[in-house]
């Protein structure tokens, strides 16, 4: 039963990524995209790895997709989009990064396929990872505050020229 | 793969997802046959409060949004780490309390130095630029 | 509750999504006796029959896709917000033994769901290519995301106290006294949160009628309407059970079965979500983010900081 949902879950993943990949419009490959990632939570889940499970939802589907959906309201393209898009489906394009990442997949199948691995997952509690966490890993915490802190401001600084640009625009 | 006890348990919420999802087919199934189809002269236009609708809706926004945006992102992940420390709290003790009152701080810092930079308050912002220019 | 069990899910579904169509005509009757006014009264015993006309004159309406909008996102979108926000009942613990799942997560389950919703408002501005909808939509947007920073974080006092996810331990572990004594700045924080997440009056500004018609829902008609309406009624009852499971003990209380208690406590806040509509005005858009970054952030912050400390020391002593 388990299995089946792994492969259920799995197939869904893949599916939902290759179409997200094969659109045209920016916003229906997003909403594939989620789809893509509620399937790689509920493996997480299915692995034993509820809180990984959570986060994959919320930090991923419920706060990098939105940030993507901003931008493209944002941008707000309309068909303009679709176009530039529709170039990119151009063969010329994606064949040669394709083979390569195919090469890459071929190994990292060999590779898996040499491990002797444990069949047998065992659940993480969201405690552990919090003991670990602030435990051993400390300074790793800290250290992505300074980070994050780092990237709000670069992103304010971004947003504050755009703005002003907007600003003189506006009165130009 | 797993033991039994996870298996059962995901069980009532998959049937449950089912449910709501047929719950939705079906409102929207009986709405589309049996709903009116009338067809007039302004039936396909946009709605802008009964004035016809001018140029197109891809008009400019103001980039405080996107701001917004990434401050969420970020925030957002600050909170997890947070989540992290809050279910562990008392097998952490006073070491755990520590790192989190340093990880709290260098986010108010954070908070701190965005309103300072006013992309926190916008509207003002907007107003001050434009008393400026006048 | 380890096996699928069919009846208690359709008890949910029917509960919640039949509470929240009662909830739209009880929401107009108790703003008319607070507003000094009737409020719909003609059909049937106390006007309870509106309900039934209402649902009648929504399912026969022009099932309407605008020809200039994006079809497939169009349609999905209000489905979205229903979904994600019945989805969390799921680990909503009605009573000790009613509940559907005991997720060891199920605190973070609730915030991941409805941090899905705000897809719903995002997709339905953007797909009805619309000025007042993308308009709505964007303020929507930002106004929920916002919020739901410290949404999450007002709860981890909480979490701490009672140092688990699942919300059936959390109950539990209100049996020596609820959290809202000691949680007191999170329990404002979370409403206030809350409201503005389910953007409902006051906060409902991405549908504010006198600036942006509708907001991201102008170009939706019948059922779909009817679908994002359903999904913020079923949002305020969501927030009703979370305030009651976490800040006031849940089943717990004496003299009466549990899930009386549950439904009492429930049905007490969602009177009060609706005197909030009745007596408050709605702040400027900009006061309101500006509220949430700079007042309602560094209170949860201080909120958690000044939890730890004191229980980290009472547990000491």
Same mark, same amino acid.
């Given at each position: 039963?388990?299995?089946?949902l792994?492969?259920?879950?799995?197939?869904i993943?893949?599916?939902?990524?290759?179409?997200?990949?094969t659109?045209?419009?920016?916003?229906?490959?997003?909403?594939?995209?989620?789809?893509?990632?509620?399937?790689?939570a509920?493996?997480?889940?299915?692995?034993?790895? =509820?809180?990984?499970?959570?986060?994959?939802?919320?930090?991923?589907?419920?706060?990098?997709?939105?940030?993507?959906?901003?931008?493209?309201?944002m941008?707000?393209?309309?068909?303009?989009?679709?176009?530039v898009?529709?170039?990119?489906?151009?063969? /010329?394009?994606?064949?040669?990064?394709?083979?390569?990442?195919?090469?890459?997949?071929?190994?990292?199948?060999?590779?898996?396929?040499?491990?002797?691995?444990?069949?047998?997952?065992?659940?993480?509690?969201a405690k552990?990872?919090?003991?670990s966490?602030?435990g051993?890993?400390?300074?790793?915490?800290?250290?992505?505050?300074m980070l994050?802190?780092?990237g709000?401001v670069?992103?304010?600084?971004?947003g504050r020229?755009?703005?002003?640009?907007?600003?003189?625009?506006?009165?130009? | 793969?797993?033991?039994?006890?996870?298996?059962?348990?995901?069980?009532?919420?998959?049937?449950?997802?089912?449910?709501?999802? @047929?719950l939705?087919?079906?409102?929207?199934?009986?709405?589309s046959?049996?709903?009116?189809r009338?067809?007039?002269?302004?039936?396909? @236009?946009?709605?802008?409060?009964?004035?016809?609708?001018?140029?197109?809706?891809?008009?400019r926004?103001?980039?405080?949004?996107?701001?917004?945006a990434?401050?969420?992102?970020?925030?957002?992940?600050?909170?997890?780490?947070?989540?992290?420390?809050?279910?562990?709290?008392f097998?952490?003790?006073?070491?755990?309390?520590?790192?989190?009152?340093?990880?709290?701080?260098?986010?108010?810092?954070?908070?701190?130095?965005?309103?300072k930079?006013?992309?926190?308050?916008?509207g003002?912002?907007?107003?001050?630029?434009?008393?400026?220019?006048? | 509750?380890?096996?699928?069990?069919?009846?208690?899910?359709?008890?949910?579904?029917?509960?919640?999504?039949?509470?929240?169509?009662?909830l739209t005509?009880?929401?107009?009757?108790?703003?008319?006796?607070?507003q000094?006014?009737?409020? =719909?009264?003609?059909?049937?015993p106390?006007?309870?029959?509106?309900? #039934?006309?209402?649902?009648?004159?929504? @399912?026969?309406?022009h099932?309407?896709?605008?020809?200039?909008?994006?079809?497939?996102?169009?349609v999905?979108?209000?489905?979205a917000?229903?979904?994600?926000m019945?989805?969390?009942?799921a680990?909503?613990?009605?009573?000790?033994?009613?509940?559907?799942?005991?997720?060891?997560?199920?605190?973070?389950?609730?915030?991941?769901?409805?941090?899905l #919703?705000?897809?719903?408002?995002?997709?339905?501005?953007?797909?009805?290519?619309?000025k007042?909808?993308?308009?709505?939509?964007?303020?929507?947007a930002?106004?929920?995301? /916002?919020?739901?920073?410290?949404?999450?974080?007002?709860?981890?006092?909480?979490?701490?106290?009672?140092?688990?996810?699942?919300?059936?331990?959390?109950?539990?572990?209100?049996?020596?006294?609820?959290?809202?004594?000691?949680?007191?700045?999170?329990l404002?924080?979370?409403?206030?949160?809350?409201?503005?997440?389910?953007?409902?009056?006051?906060f409902?500004?991405?549908?504010?009628?006198?600036?942006?018609?509708?907001?991201?829902?102008?170009?939706?008609?019948?059922?779909?309407?009817?679908?994002?309406?359903?999904?913020?009624?079923?949002?305020?009852?969501?927030?009703?059970?979370?305030?009651?499971?976490?800040?006031?003990?849940?089943?717990l209380?004496?003299?009466?079965?549990?899930?009386?208690?549950?439904?009492?406590?429930?049905?007490g806040?969602v009177?009060?979500?609706?005197l909030?509509r009745?007596?408050?005005?709605?702040?400027?858009?900009?006061?309101?983010?500006?509220?949430?970054?700079?007042?309602?952030? =560094?209170i949860?912050?201080?909120?958690l900081?000044?939890?730890?400390?004191?229980?980290?020391?009472?547990?000491?002593?």
């Open positions: 039963m388990t299995l089946a792994f492969y259920i879950a799995g197939a993943a893949l599916a939902a990524t290759g179409i997200a990949l659109r045209v419009n920016a916003i229906h490959a997003l909403i594939y995209l989620v789809v893509s990632l509620l399937a790689v509920f493996i997480f889940f299915l692995l034993g790895a =509820p809180f990984a499970a959570v986060l994959e939802i919320v930090i991923y589907a419920g706060a990098i997709m939105v940030l993507f959906v901003f931008v493209i309201m941008l707000n393209l309309g068909n303009r989009g679709t176009v898009e529709q170039e990119m489906m151009n063969p /010329s394009v994606w064949i040669i990064p394709s083979l390569l990442c195919l090469i890459l997949l071929i190994e990292l199948s060999l590779s898996i396929a040499s491990l002797k691995s444990e069949t047998n997952p065992i659940v993480v509690s552990e990872i919090g003991i966490l602030f051993p890993y400390v300074l790793a915490v800290e250290i992505a505050s994050l802190l780092a709000l670069a992103a304010n600084h971004i020229r755009l703005s002003k640009m907007d600003q003189e625009k506006d009165e130009g | 793969m797993e033991n039994l006890a996870a298996e059962q348990s995901i069980l009532p919420v998959f049937v449950f997802f089912g449910a709501i999802l @047929l939705v087919a079906t409102m929207l199934g009986i709405a046959v049996l709903g009116e009338k067809q007039t002269k302004t039936t396909d @236009l946009p709605y802008e409060s009964g004035i016809i609708a001018v140029g197109s809706s891809q008009v926004l103001s980039v405080d949004f996107f701001l917004i990434i401050f969420f992102v970020i925030f957002d992940l600050e909170t997890v780490f947070i989540f992290a420390w809050a279910i562990a709290f097998e952490l003790g006073w070491h755990g309390y520590l790192a989190v009152v340093v990880f709290i701080l260098i986010l108010t810092i954070a908070l701190i130095y965005e309103w930079s006013g992309a926190l308050n916008w003002v912002k907007s107003q001050t630029a434009r008393k400026e220019t006048s | 509750m380890s096996e699928a069990n069919l009846p208690f899910i359709g008890a949910i579904l029917l509960t919640v999504v039949g509470g929240a169509a009662v005509w009880f929401e107009r009757r108790l703003l008319g006796i607070w000094d006014r009737y409020g =719909p009264n003609r059909l049937g106390f006007g309870i029959l509106q309900v #039934a006309a209402d649902m009648l004159k929504l @399912l026969t309406k099932d309407w896709i605008p020809p200039f909008a994006d079809r497939f996102v169009f999905i979108a209000p489905t917000i229903v979904i994600s019945l989805m969390a009942f680990v909503v613990p009605f009573g000790p033994d009613h509940y559907l799942i005991d997720m060891n997560v199920g605190l973070l389950f609730f915030l991941a769901m409805s941090s #919703a705000v897809y719903s408002v995002m997709l339905g501005g953007l797909a009805s290519n619309n007042y909808a993308l308009l709505g939509g964007l303020r929507a930002a106004q929920m995301v /916002s919020y739901e920073v410290f949404m999450g974080l007002s709860l981890m006092g909480v979490v701490m106290l009672s140092g688990s996810f699942s919300l059936v331990d959390i109950v539990e572990a209100q049996q020596d006294g609820w959290y809202f004594i000691p949680q007191f700045l999170g404002y924080v979370f409403i206030i949160a809350g409201i503005a997440e389910s953007h409902r009056l006051p409902d500004l991405p549908e504010a009628e006198h600036e942006l018609t509708a907001g991201f829902h102008t170009e939706y008609g019948g059922m779909k309407f009817t679908m994002f309406m359903l999904g913020e009624y079923c949002g305020l009852i969501l927030l009703s059970c979370m305030i009651t499971t976490l800040f006031f003990g849940g089943w209380g004496p003299f009466f079965p549990p899930l009386v208690w549950f439904a009492l406590k429930t049905f806040f009177c009060f979500f609706i909030l009745a007596a408050i005005p709605r702040p400027r858009y900009d006061q309101l983010m500006a509220l949430g970054w700079t007042v309602m952030l =560094p949860t912050l201080i909120n900081v000044a939890t730890g400390a004191i229980a980290l020391w009472m547990n000491q002593a």
